[in-house]
């Protein structure tokens, strides 16, 4: 098609503004606004009348269309890069993803390197290939909140059966991130706000959480030389493997003043169906925990084995 120059001036609301095309290329307004096109001579003629009759912002929408329809076909592309490597473990070289998505080279070049900007791709050795990078691996570890949604009227009918404020947390880096909460109903009670990290070596849900993966990842996770939060507070680190070995055997983890004076906890760990860790825990103050913590053990492992077979599907969402 023909592109052509054009210019056409309107009187509008006491103003006198001008569209103009040049080469196919530009169009201009007074008042220093500028839009860049490239239509055929017939859409020339559509600007003028569009412009006259419905002013500058029915141009912008065009142009807005437009940006949107690019913008999605743009993440369209990229979720379509993301797939490929996924089912590529040891990564592909630019050439080899161009072929894969049937994509040319450049265009494949701008995402990746988009991707990689934001640490959802990292280079590897292998023939200057891509990963999938740390920074999708960090997003697909976040929080779940169907997880949440899930375990919460698991963890409000468990705060009701022992009386007591009841928590949910998951493993985030080398902390406990605390995802809910369930306040009991004591006046004294150990209340935490939802987003707050604690750490793992002194802390029941800590505890529990470290339990589920390896002896290897274990060491990975934990910050040394462990700290000491309370004068109870296990700094040796033989010690505290020791106990999460029985931990791992009886489910369930003990926090015994060890991270706040005057505040105990029992714990118990699960996986949900992407392998992420998450804990449920219920502090108690030292005065009712002595009396209280065996009658919790039993309710704290049913809430948590009733949760498992709800979120692996073979149970209703029903506490």
Request: net charge positive; proline share 3%; with cysteine.
């Amino acid at each position: 098609m023909r592109y052509i120059k054009y210019r056409h001036t309107v009187n509008m609301m006491g103003r006198r503004l001008s569209i103009a095309l040049v080469a196919g290329r530009q169009i201009g307004f007074e008042g220093g606004k500028r839009l860049d096109f490239s239509w055929p001579e017939i859409e020339v003629y559509r600007i003028a009348v569009v412009f006259a009759a419905r002013a500058i912002g029915q141009l912008t929408l065009v142009q807005d269309r437009n940006s949107d329809r690019n913008s999605i076909q743009v993440i369209a592309r990229a979720a379509d890069v993301l797939r490929i490597l996924a089912e590529s473990p040891e990564g592909l070289s630019l050439a080899e993803i161009a072929r894969e998505t049937g994509l040319a080279r450049s265009t494949i070049q701008r995402i990746v390197k988009a991707l990689a900007d934001e640490q959802f791709l990292e280079p590897t050795s292998k023939r200057g290939g891509y990963i999938l990078g740390q920074g999708l691996l960090r997003l697909a570890a976040g929080p779940s909140r169907e997880v949440v949604m899930i375990a919460q009227p698991f963890l409000r009918q468990l705060a009701l059966d022992v009386d007591e404020t009841v928590d949910l947390s998951m493993l985030k880096g080398s902390t406990a991130l605390f995802v809910e909460h369930i306040a009991g109903s004591h006046r004294l009670a150990a209340l935490s706000a939802v987003g707050t990290e604690f750490p793992l070596h002194s802390t029941a849900n800590g505890k529990a959480l470290l339990a589920c993966v390896s002896a290897e990842r274990q060491i990975e996770l934990l910050v040394q030389p462990l700290r000491a939060d309370t004068s109870r507070t296990i700094t040796d680190l033989s010690a505290l493997q020791t106990q999460l070995r029985q931990i791992a055997r009886s489910g369930l983890a003990f926090d015994l003043e060890e991270h706040t004076d005057g505040v105990c906890a029992i714990g118990t760990a699960f996986l949900d169906s992407l392998g992420r860790a998450y804990s449920i825990s219920i502090p108690v103050p030292r005065q009712r925990f002595d009396q209280k913590c065996v009658a919790l053990e039993a309710p704290l492992l049913a809430c948590r084995d009733r949760l498992i077979a709800t979120i692996h599907g073979s149970l209703p969402t029903k506490a």
